[in-house]
């Protein structure tokens, strides 16, 4: 029963008197509205190949290939040999029907299927593959997106990467649902390498930071965040990283990254706690997990208090310290469920315990869609998960005696699906917008 309940005459609000109308309106709000994703691998169609879509693509996940190597004894060096249709015809003959497809990854795959009207007993994968080669991409991307409730979403942009600058240089008009994240991890993570591929760019760096260095390190980073317009710039750390060390990163950051986020006005996003190449054989499917310092994030955010900071962790126990750390930043903003934590059993913990002790302030999830598919299943699995937290969090108002409007909970829902990201992000300002006009 719902209580509708007239104030000063003048409007009439629908307060939820109880459990059952509460629980069927939150997940009614969470289902229908649309979410910024905010940290994703995919590209707009304008950038050709790079768009990856379809059944192989979604079944050679590098998710999925960790996974069927416990299952089968081919050696990964056999593996990389098989066209991607062999991969993708193995991993399907050992995950789906040999095996039961019970993890996160492999149930992904079944609930893209049915959300597309595919039947997820088919097991012949022939038969699946036509319904794929039939898509149109523009129509697809717009429909894949309706499916998954985005609205937008944030790619992940390497100007190291000569594949996709050769893209970015013909100055496309992407479709205007997709925006740059502008990557820094080969500037960050290996300089040295990084320095003589900006030599070979035309920029004049050398190895050691100095002045000369730093003033082209910032031209290079210019050149790029005029081409991209990135939402934000972003790095991926490994589980040792330390910003108390006097390390080329931590010079780089200090020196080139930091002051750009102040001038443009970029949030910077730090991604901790990745082990690259655990398992080097496994190649994208090698890297692992360590647990971070959360205190080098701390310094960073009390040291450049008019940076936007955005930040998750790989490590689930991480993840409770980044909710106490943000109590003491307000220029932090804790992000998503981050690859081996986007899972139901540890998307439940961290989001009810970010609700406890962040309220709203906070952005639930990405998906790191690497596949345009992918969108569908890491939407629904984690909208399904994100609606039950919030319940049970409205529930406890109620029994008190506090009544939830709905009103209430489409703000609420809408802050964390988009409001949080957009108040964080500015419109490109300052210099670009100068170099724009100029
Ligand atoms: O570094 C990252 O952005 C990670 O998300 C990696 O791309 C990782 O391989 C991944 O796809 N995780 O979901
Ligand atoms: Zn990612």
Redesign the pocket.
């Given at each position: 029963m719902i209580k509708n309940i007239t104030e000063n005459g003048n409007y009439k609000t629908v307060h939820l008197a109880d459990q059952t109308a509460l629980r069927q309106i939150v997940e009614e709000v969470v289902n229908q509205t649309p979410v910024i994703d905010i940290?994703t691998?995919l590209y707009a169609p304008e950038f050709g190949k790079l768009n990856l879509f379809g059944i192989d693509e979604i079944l050679t996940y590098?998710?999925l290939v960790a996974e069927m190597f416990r299952y089968t004894d081919i050696k990964p060096e056999k593996f990389w040999q098989l066209t991607k249709e062999q991969r993708a015809e193995l991993i399907w003959k050992t995950l789906f029907v040999e095996n039961t497809p019970l993890s996160e990854a492999s149930i992904g795959v079944l609930t893209i299927l049915k959300e597309l009207g595919i039947d997820p007993n088919t097991t012949d994968l022939k038969e699946i593959r036509q319904f794929f080669k039939a898509q149109n991409i523009t129509e697809y991307v717009s429909r894949i997106f309706e499916i998954s409730g985005v609205s937008e979403v944030i790619m992940?942009n390497d100007p190291f990467d000569a594949e996709e600058t050769e893209i970015w240089e013909r100055n496309l008009a992407l479709n205007k649902n997709f925006h740059a994240a502008l990557r820094m991890?080969r500037m960050l993570n290996n300089w040295k390498t990084a320095s003589v591929e900006m030599k070979q760019a035309g920029f004049a760096v050398e190895e050691k930071l100095n002045d000369k260095t730093i003033r082209e390190t910032r031209r290079f980073l210019d050149k790029w965040i005029n081409k991209m317009k990135p939402l934000y710039m972003a790095v991926?750390l490994p589980d040792d990283f330390s910003y108390f060390a006097n390390d080329t990163r931590n010079q780089l950051i200090q020196k080139v990254v930091l002051p750009i986020a102040e001038e443009y006005e970029l949030p910077f996003a730090l991604?901790i706690g990745?082990r690259r190449s655990v398992n080097p054989a496994l190649r994208?499917a090698g890297?692992g997990v360590g647990r971070a310092d959360v205190k080098s994030l701390e310094k960073l955010c009390a040291e450049s208090p008019d940076v936007s900071f955005l930040a998750t962790f790989l490590s689930r126990e991480n993840q409770h310290e980044l909710c106490v750390s943000a109590r003491k930043f307000s220029n932090l903003m804790p992000f998503g469920c981050?690859?081996f934590l986007?899972n139901p059993s540890i998307i439940s913990e961290i989001t009810r315990e970010r609700i406890e002790l962040l309220g709203t302030s906070f952005i639930p999830q990405h998906s790191?869609a690497?596949v345009l598919e992918q969108l569908i299943y890491k939407w629904k699995h984690s909208r399904k998960i994100i609606a039950e937290s919030l319940f049970e969090n409205y529930e406890k108002l109620l029994k008190i005696g506090r009544f939830v409007s709905r009103k209430e909970i489409e703000r609420d829902v809408k802050r964390m699906f988009s409001g949080n990201f957009q108040n964080w992000i500015k419109p490109l300002t300052k210099k670009a917008a100068v170099e724009n006009n100029g």
């Open positions: 940290h691998h590098h998710y992940t991890d991926s991604m990745v994208v890297d981050w690859w986007n790191d690497r």
